[in-house]
């Protein structure tokens, strides 16, 4: 197939990755991308929020599939002026889109389709915020109701800093004041076409930007899967994500269908196990990142064939997807300065160095090429890269994650050590 990934960043290199590795010969293409992916396919300049343009190309370029991975365009209506052009499109559309672009609108839809999740008051005033803590107490979860890049979240036992993030939101809409929820967090994806769900394998991912969970909340800062601690609390991870399914996923679906807005594309559930049970915190209409990174290595089944699958409404056709025993993780190489204020235009060397470590990849999430042939990309943005490792243990997946990003050299970057310690085995 010819297919059109949008996108820049991390888990867009990490889906033509996975496209690259498949059996059949597809021709890729990603716009705008960046110096790692400028590796794996062929860069275009397209403007990835015009979606005429977007359509102009796909069209010119015979493009069978496009995927958008960020949730810029989604939100933009891109997918939709490519579905009215009879262009098959792996994303939702702009209405749908608003799982992921508006809090409100997501607890809207959670609420009418009887989905667990955590009681949430909508404030459009200082007066209003305060009221909610009140009500909800703390810790205070405070979040931005529209996009944020990862970062308009905040949950603390200060009162006066959630009020001041909240106070930061307002100018731009009405803030969500959500009753704070505790347990360990699980990412799950699902394909959609609107009708029928595919689930992936379950990961977690690490926000905060130091070891320990110290620090602020970041666009994520790791990553790992499978969760062999589900087995305690559900009997098995597939008895996981059944549940999730019928009792999230599905009814997700079926009321945006029911509301005229089908859901076409990923969803991704950022769930909480909590004592009184599993419950939602939030969703994404995309593939999440850094997520992505170490479900789509894990993934046996050709992801092209689902993606197609989903975007042309056949997903009942496909089986459930397969993923290999293997365990895989990923530590971020941020800026410095992330993510308050991130250094950029900085060299990165020893890349080859660290990708010939067995079982590393190097993804790339922010860069660019050399400014002369020969020379070391430079950081473009906070999250720089991912170093993704796959072994047959998490002790052997970590020894190699850590023995490459060792190797890799950003004047002033950080990552976090701890990313999978302790996991069980």
């Known amino acids: 197939m010819k297919i059109l990934v949008l996108g820049s960043g991390a888990r867009e290199h990490a889906i033509i990755l996975a496209l690259a590795a498949e059996e059949a010969e597809h021709e890729l293409f990603a716009s705008p991308g960046n110096a790692g992916i400028a590796e794996d396919a062929t860069l275009a300049t397209v403007d990835q929020l015009d979606g005429g343009a977007v359509a102009a190309f796909a069209n010119e370029n015979s493009i069978d599939l496009v995927v958008i991975g960020p949730e810029a365009p989604l939100v933009a209506g891109v997918a939709d002026e490519l579905r009215e052009r009879g262009i098959p499109v792996f994303g939702p559309g702009r209405a749908a889109a608003q799982l992921e672009g508006s809090k409100a609108f997501a607890k809207r839809v959670m609420d009418a389709a009887s989905v667990p999740t955590g009681r949430a008051v909508r404030a459009a005033s200082e007066s209003e915020v305060e009221a909610a803590f009140d009500d909800l107490g703390a810790p205070y979860v405070v979040k931005a109701d529209g996009l944020a890049a990862g970062k308009g979240v905040i949950v603390t036992s200060d009162r006066a800093e959630a009020l001041a993030h909240a106070v930061h939101y307002l100018p731009s809409g009405p803030v969500l004041v959500e009753e704070f929820l505790s347990g360990p967090e699980v990412s799950l994806f699902f394909l959609s076409d609107g009708d029928t769900v595919r689930a992936l394998s379950p990961a977690q991912d690490f926000k905060r930007a130091f070891d320990g969970d110290a620090g602020p909340n970041t666009g994520g800062m790791g990553a790992y899967s499978p969760l062999p601690w589900?087995?305690?609390?559900?009997?098995?991870?597939?008895?996981?994500?059944?549940?999730?399914?019928?009792?999230?996923?599905?009814?997700?679906?079926?009321?945006?269908?029911?509301?005229?807005?089908?859901?076409?594309?990923?969803?991704?559930?950022?769930?909480?196990?909590?004592?009184?049970?599993?419950?939602?915190?939030?969703?994404?209409?995309?593939?999440?990142?850094?997520?992505?990174?170490?479900?789509?290595?894990?993934?046996?089944?050709?992801?092209?064939?689902?993606l197609l699958a989903a975007a042309s409404g056949h997903l009942e056709d496909e089986p459930q997807p397969e993923f290999a025993d293997d365990v895989a993780l990923t530590v971020v190489l941020a800026s410095e300065g992330y993510p308050e204020a991130p250094q950029t235009g900085r060299q990165i060397g020893g890349l080859a160095d660290a990708a010939s470590v067995e079982g590393v990849r190097i993804v790339h999430a922010a860069t660019a090429g050399p400014d002369a042939p020969g020379g070391d990309p430079v950081a473009t943005g906070g999250r720089v890269l991912n170093v993704v490792s796959v072994g047959a243990d998490f002790a052997t997946a970590r020894a190699q994650a850590y023995d490459a990003i060792g190797r890799i050299s950003l004047d002033g970057a950080h990552f976090r050590r701890d990313i999978a310690a302790g996991v069980a085995e």
């Open 230 to 306: 589900l087995a305690e609390r559900f009997g098995s991870e597939q008895e996981f994500v059944e549940l999730v399914t019928e009792q999230v996923a599905l009814p997700v679906i079926r009321q945006m269908d029911a509301e005229g807005t089908p859901f076409i594309g990923l969803l991704y559930a950022g769930l909480i196990l909590t004592d009184a049970g599993v419950k939602v915190i939030e969703f994404n209409a995309r593939f999440g990142d850094p997520e992505t990174q170490i479900v789509l290595p894990r993934l046996r089944t050709p992801l092209s064939e689902l």
